[in-house]
Every structure is written in C-alpha cells, then in structure tokens.
C-alpha cells in the first residue's frame, strides 16, 4: 500500500471530500493528518514547507501549475499567492508524499 506523509484537509469541504475519496479509492495510506479548522497553517509556515519539497503542482480551477522547486524555484510571493487562501491560511487541500507537495 502507497503511503501520503502529510494530508492538511478540512472536513465539510467539498474538494476535501473528492481528495479523501481520491485517496481511498487508490489505497493511499495517511501517515499525518491534519485538520484546517483547528490547525492554521501560516504564510511563512507555507511557504517553507514548499521549500523542503522538489515539486509542487498546484491546481487553479481547472489549470494545474507546476514549480520545480530545485532548477527554477519561485520567489515567497509567488508561492504565497498559490498556496495561501482569502482565510490568509494555507488553503486545504494540501498533500505531500515523499519530495512533491500538491495543492488541489
């Protein structure tokens, strides 16, 4: 069984709940979980997990944008506008495994 090392989700939320199914139907196994309701993740606290990671896809609307965070990495405002929600929070969704993180 495939393991996720960090799932941040919010239970209520309807791309929570397709990112949940998602991981179930495919028997990925959550090592970490946290909830975005009680656990707030921080701008800064965001944008060094992006860092600590080689890949990170982020999904906007029906776009997905992929940053090579070894070759080409992009600058804290460009993360913060991807991966920061209008809470000012990390925005949930959010799954790392292994070197690639993913904001859907």
């Not at 309807?14 to 946290?34: G, I, M, N, P, S």
């Not at 890949?55 to 992929?66: D, H, M, P």
């Not at 913060?80 to 925005?91: A, F, P």
Request: a positive charge.
């Amino acid at each position: 069984m495939a393991q996720v090392d960090w799932y941040y989700h919010r239970n209520g939320c309807r791309t929570c709940q397709r990112a949940d199914d998602y991981l179930q139907r495919h028997d990925l196994e959550v090592k970490e979980q946290r909830d975005a309701r009680k656990e707030h993740i921080s701008p800064a606290e965001a944008v060094r997990l992006a860092r600590g990671v080689d890949q990170l896809w982020v999904a906007r609307g029906k776009s997905v944008l992929f940053f090579d965070m070894k070759k080409d990495p992009p600058s804290d405002a460009q993360l913060k506008k991807v991966l920061i929600g209008h809470s000012g929070n990390l925005r949930a969704p959010t799954i790392r495994q292994g070197k690639k993180m993913l904001r859907l």
